[in-house]
């Protein structure tokens, strides 16, 4: 069913930037579309963005676009999330998730996340 | 946007039935995901396309939509059910993947 191992997470000041990575094994990356998952400490879960298996579509939520940029490369098997202008309530926990089967929006496999913290 | 609404918490003593709601407009139009996640744990797929059990997955957790409303159920509780379980959906109508607020189960 797959592996999912997210990295990058650190303290980061307002308005710095990051750039999340998810690593991939155990499936057909680039068979698959990726999405990322956010949780604030103690609130519940929050999609971020998500990108087809070709990167030919991307979306994101209200709270991140235009801020931050989704990606991948197929032939490292990894997804990435580039993000900027960051504020303090972009501090969570990120997942990188996988879909259950190929079209499907219920995430099968989810990675142990990496936590971002937003603070000055 | 198109909003998902569960209850914060349900309480349920061991042995019974817990049943925990999702509701949005028209939901039973939509198809329906639950997951569960117990503490300092990444989610778990528990019940995907409004019924559907991924393998491994106990015969007592069963889902349905219908109407405004979805419904995760969960038989024969036990204290290892005791997790938050979110209902999830993917609107069309902004391409957006949209989370309920979560549901603590606790079990007495």
């Known amino acids: 069913e797959g592996h999912l191992v997210e990295s990058g997470g650190i303290v980061a000041q307002p308005g710095g930037s990051l750039r999340l990575s998810c690593a991939a094994s155990?499936?057909?990356?680039?068979?698959?579309?990726m999405h990322w998952v956010r949780q604030p400490p103690g609130k519940g879960l929050e999609w971020v963005s998500l990108?087809?298996?070709?990167?030919?579509?991307?979306y994101y939520s209200d709270s991140v676009r235009g801020r931050f940029t989704i990606s991948r490369d197929n032939s490292k098997d990894s997804l990435y999330l580039q993000m900027n202008s960051l504020r303090t309530e972009d501090t969570a926990l990120y997942y990188c998730?996988?879909?259950?089967?190929?079209?499907?929006?219920?995430?099968?496999?989810w990675g142990q996340g990496t936590m971002v913290t937003v603070s000055s | 946007s198109y909003l998902l609404t569960q209850p914060p918490s349900v309480s349920v003593a061991p042995g019974q039935t817990a049943r925990i709601v999702c509701g949005g407009n028209?939901?039973?139009?939509?198809?329906v995901h639950w997951s569960q996640q117990k503490p300092g744990q990444a989610p778990v797929l528990v019940v995907y396309?409004?019924?559907d059990r991924p393998s491994g997955i106990p015969e007592r957790f069963s889902g349905s939509n219908s109407g405004n409303t979805a419904t995760l159920t969960i038989t024969r509780v036990e204290a290892g059910d005791e997790a938050d379980y979110y209902c999830?959906?993917?609107?069309?109508?902004?391409?957006?993947?949209?989370f309920g607020g979560g549901t603590k189960l606790t079990v007495l």
């Open positions: 998730a996988k879909p259950s089967r190929m079209g499907s929006y219920a995430f099968g496999v």
């Open positions: 155990g499936f057909t990356f680039g068979d698959y579309t």
């Open positions: 990108i087809s298996w070709d990167s030919g579509a991307t």
């Open positions: 028209n939901i039973g139009s939509k198809t």
């Open positions: 396309d409004n019924s």
């Open positions: 999830q959906v993917w609107d069309s109508s902004r391409d957006h993947v949209v």
